[in-house]
């Protein structure tokens, strides 16, 4: 598959190119969970966003990629290399991470002596960037790390990892504590940081406007499975809410449909496979009183409820 910033028009996960990230039937079992089985392809020159509600395993995944935990089984690989348990560091100076938490163990050093220490890991550190960006978001060089403000520690995080310029980020919730403004140049410098084409991006959020502005594909998570890995366009332009007169009875076999909901006015027929529905609407002259987008939320549930149901979830 080519990287979505220059890819033709395609559909869902038909991945033939390069994967920066593999997992080949990857379990790790929680305390109260089960992991996986995981079979993901993650593209390279893309950025692919985590959603999953709470405890589904997005951090999990992240920290496998990371060798911070280990599967009990299955395979992940990472620049087609596959990851041992002893992670080498060849290997890790082509990534840059943010985790979920800061680490406290750093809490008695300066962003400076920080800055300096890992760049000791990352051959093609880059110091003018760091000094820029530290400036840029206001963060004090000279101040131990406990006593800076959770958004200040992760925006310094953030430039820590990125200041090596690694070929792939992993980033857990990068934006939590960050005010609006931050959240603002945190995305713009995401977008300079992908000019390039060939760098990678792995990012759990909760975040919908996050997803929107810097996915190209989305892998959703429930309970330690991925319901579904998809391209973002294409899944907008799949899911689509249609307003018909009628009842809701009446609709419930309709092709692409996900759910007919009774409204006060009508019927409103949810739809993972908007132009099967639209077709089907024409062809028995039903028209469409209105047709929405659907917001990213809102798919996720109703992908949830197609799971416990059973039902087929791909369109
Ligand atoms: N260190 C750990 N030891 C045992 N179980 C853990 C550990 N960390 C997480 N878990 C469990 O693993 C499951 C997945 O957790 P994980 O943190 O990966 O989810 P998440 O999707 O990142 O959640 P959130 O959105 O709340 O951050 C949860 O059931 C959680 O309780």
Known sequence: MQSKRNRSKEGETVMKESNVILFQ??????????????????PQGCVTAI???????????????MGFVHPDRGVISIFQEQIQSDRDAALKARIGFVGEHPNSDDNDWTADQLAAFTAQW?????????????????????????????????????????????????????????????WRMMIDDMHTYLQDGKRSVV???????????????????YKGQVLQMVEKDAMFDAWKEFFIDGKADDYDRVPGLVKAIQERY???LISNNAEKLEAFLQKNEIPALQTKS????DILAYLIELNDEGRNIQR
């Open 266 to 268: 009508g019927v409103r």
């Open 294 to 297: 659907m917001e990213l939320d």
């Open 203 to 221: 990012i759990a959020t909760h975040s919908i406007e996050e997803v929107k502005r810097l996915a190209d594909y989305i892998l959703f998570m």
């Open 122 to 182: 990352y051959p093609k550190w880059d110091w003018q960037f760091y000094q820029h960006h530290v400036t840029k978001y206001g963060i004090p060089p000279k101040k131990k790390l406990h006593k800076l403000s959770k958004g200040m520690r992760r925006k310094l995080d953030l430039i820590i990892a990125m200041s090596p310029q690694p070929e792939l980020l992993l980033l857990d919730e990068p934006s939590s504590g960050l005010d609006p403004l931050a």
């Open 51 to 65: 959603v999953g509600t709470n405890g589904s395993g997005k951090t999990t995944l992240l920290s496998m990629c």
């Open 25 to 42: 039937d990857v379990v790790k079992t929680r305390e109260n969970i089960q992991v996986g089985p995981l079979n993901i392809q993650i």
